[in-house]
């Protein structure tokens, strides 16, 4: 499974990025937190206030092996902008898939 | 104001004799009363009242956390309501009636007396009912502008009492000194709008409260970052537009005075407006939302005392000089002194009151204020400290005054919620309510 944390707004090229190597579905979650990049300062009237987790989105999306190192590739190439707070890739394994609806599992659940 | 009411009724004497023609026209019109006058005055009311609600309301209510958006709006609503009732009750007659150079008289508790054909001496041509009200909204506005200081944290109850004392003790008499007759008007104060009744009144008044009430829980570590700034926006915009009734109503006619007040008003408001931005975004690198609105309102607050008395220029520097010192007031003064006026009605109506007061007594001109107003620039530097002596005399009455009401206030119901209605949010806890 890869799940990858990235900007908000670059949800769209990566969900094409994805689709273009033929993966046919992938979960979002919008989550707040922090890294390297800390938080934003905000000032009303001189009163400052640290924003300490900043908005990103999570994706996860669970794929065959063999296809791993593509996603990922494609995820760092459309989720970049060179900046930091771009956010991370993590890589995990899957004991089992089941699809819901006819019960079939392992890669033919993907 | 009382003189400027004086020439107006003179004014209205030539109008007249040139209208005389027209007399069979007129028949049907109260001696004295004119239909232009009336009509500017109907529509002034009517502005100041939209700029306690919803101006007012929208402005502190986007400022404070999502928690308390509708105790904060509740408390403009309510303080209108209120302050309505008791003007006819009792603020207006202690306010404009004849009495002792202190306060005026009872002659018109309940209004009584007040019929189709009353004509106030300040206001000879327009009826009665509609000098009244337009000096009922000044009323409303003075104490709903106290609640920026104490957002957050104060018992419905007790704003209630507070109110209600403040509107009788602390308002009726400033008005009645400065404009009802009383003793700042013989002295020569100058305050054509409400600089020192309103503006410093409400701002120092909103200090003591500050002081008294103390700090909100988490002052200075917990985020209390505004939830809303469209609904400040929205209403300094209001502000701005009813503003034009305030100070162009304030000539009590539809006359040139209040052409005059019209656009001065709008040159003063802008004036502020640039001059807080820029001063924001040069020492703090960004030219805030919040920053450009506050300083347009303190520019209003400043020119209030002036706009019937100075000329264009006179307006521009007032902006210029009130914008600047409402930031510092707002940005450095208080975060240096650590009270929590927590919606600047210190920072911005006192100190931009003051600042008005003041600079009307510097840039006051003959050819606009007319025969004997003339400030520091028109050759009559005695007039600076003529304002000063009428702003000491409303600070000193008005800090004490508001001390006294809000200690007995105390005593008796007390102040403030407890710490847990105010973590968890007067909204809910006081009013039964959360907004959206």
Redesign the interface.
């Known amino acids: 499974m890869v799940m990858a944390i990235f900007k908000p707004f670059k949800l769209d090229d990566v969900r094409d990025a994805l689709t273009a190597l033929g993966i046919q579905g992938l979960t979002v979650s919008e989550v707040r937190g922090f890294g390297r990049q800390k938080g934003q300062t ?6 400052e ?1 640290a ?1 300490s987790f900043l908005p990103k989105v999570k994706i996860e999306v669970v794929i065959d092996d063999g296809l791993v190192d593509r996603a990922v590739d494609a995820i760092r190439k459309a989720a970049g902008t060179d900046k930091i707070g771009d956010g991370k890739i993590f890589v995990h394994g899957i004991e089992q898939a089941i699809r819901i609806r006819t019960g079939e599992s392992g890669l033919d659940a993907l | 104001m009382i003189r400027k009411f004086r020439d107006a009724a003179t004014g209205l004497g030539v109008a007249g004799a040139i209208l005389l023609p027209m007399a069979a026209w007129a028949a049907d019109e109260k001696p004295g009363l004119d239909t232009g006058d009336t009509a500017w005055m109907l529509t002034s009311t009517a502005l100041v009242l939209m700029m306690t609600i919803p101006g007012l309301a929208l402005f502190y209510g986007g400022m404070v956390r999502k928690k308390n958006v509708l105790a904060t709006v509740m408390q403009s609503f309510a303080v209108t309501c209120l302050v309505t009732v008791l003007w006819m009750a009792i603020t207006y007659s202690l306010a404009f009636t004849s009495g002792s150079s202190v306060v005026g008289g009872m002659s018109r508790v309940f209004l009584a007396g007040m019929g189709l054909d009353s004509v106030h001496d300040l206001a000879k041509t327009i009826p009665e009912s509609v000098f009244m009200c337009f000096q009922m909204t000044f009323a409303i506005i003075t104490p709903a502008l106290i609640a920026g200081a104490f957002a957050e944290r104060m018992k419905f109850s007790a704003m209630m009492w507070f109110m209600g004392l403040w509107a009788v003790v602390v308002y009726a008499p400033i008005a009645h000194w400065v404009w009802g007759g009383g003793f700042l008007g013989d002295w020569g104060v100058l305050d054509f709008a409400g600089g020192t009744v309103v503006h410093i009144n409400a701002g120092v008044a909103g200090l003591v409260c500050a002081l008294v009430l103390g700090k909100r829980k988490g002052f200075g570590a917990d985020n209390m970052a505004p939830h809303n700034l469209v609904y400040s926006v929205i209403g300094a915009s209001l502000l701005w537009v009813g503003w034009f009734g305030f100070n162009a109503g304030s000539a009590a006619g539809a006359s040139v005075n209040a052409g005059m007040a019209m656009a001065i008003t709008q040159i003063a408001a802008a004036a502020a407006a640039l001059a807080w931005m820029f001063a924001e975004w040069i020492s703090r690198g960004k030219p805030s939302v919040l920053g450009i609105v506050s300083g347009a309102v303190a520019g209003l607050v400043a020119i209030t005392p002036a706009s019937g008395f100075v000329n264009p220029t006179g307006a521009l520097a007032i902006g210029l000089i009130a914008g600047l010192i409402c930031f510092w007031g707002a940005t450095g003064l208080k975060h240096a002194m650590g009270y929590d006026d927590s919606l600047d009605a210190f920072g911005v109506h006192g100190l931009g009151g003051f600042a008005g007061a003041i600079l009307t007594g510097v840039f006051t001109v003959e050819a606009i204020g007319g025969t004997g107003k003339k400030g520091l620039i028109d050759g009559n530097p005695g007039q600076v400290l003529t304002q000063l002596w009428g702003c000491l005399v409303c600070i000193a009455w008005c800090a004490v005054a508001t001390f006294v009401i809000l200690k007995v206030v105390d005593v008796v119901i007390g102040l403030r919620v407890t710490t847990e209605e105010e973590v968890e949010g007067l909204d809910i806890n006081l009013h039964g309510e959360t907004v959206h």
């Open positions: 905000e000032i009303y009237r001189g009163a206030y924003v």
